[in-house]
């Protein structure tokens, strides 16, 4: 199980990108990260890389990234 402090340290790594971390209490982590990108699949690629080093720079054990997703600041201020 991921405590507290393990979640506060992959807040501490994506806080650059303006992101915000999950999973305290359960055996997976994720963030939420704003990223700039020319497209899609960018957004995804650059997200995706920084999410990965955030969660070494936080001493979290290696895992698949199982899912990801992008919004543009168009769709999000449409929710």
């Not at 790594?13 to 990223?35: E, H, K, N, P």
């Amino acid at each position: 199980m991921l405590t507290r402090e393990d979640i506060v340290e992959l807040a501490d790594a994506v806080a650059a990108c303006d992101g915000i971390a999950t999973g305290i209490g359960t055996s997976r982590y994720g963030a939420q990260l704003v990223v700039d990108a020319a497209s899609r699949d960018e957004a995804i690629n650059a997200a995706t890389d920084l999410f990965l080093r955030a969660a070494t720079a936080a001493g979290l054990p290696p895992a698949p990234v199982v899912r990801t997703e992008a919004i543009s600041e168009e769709e999000d201020d449409s929710l």
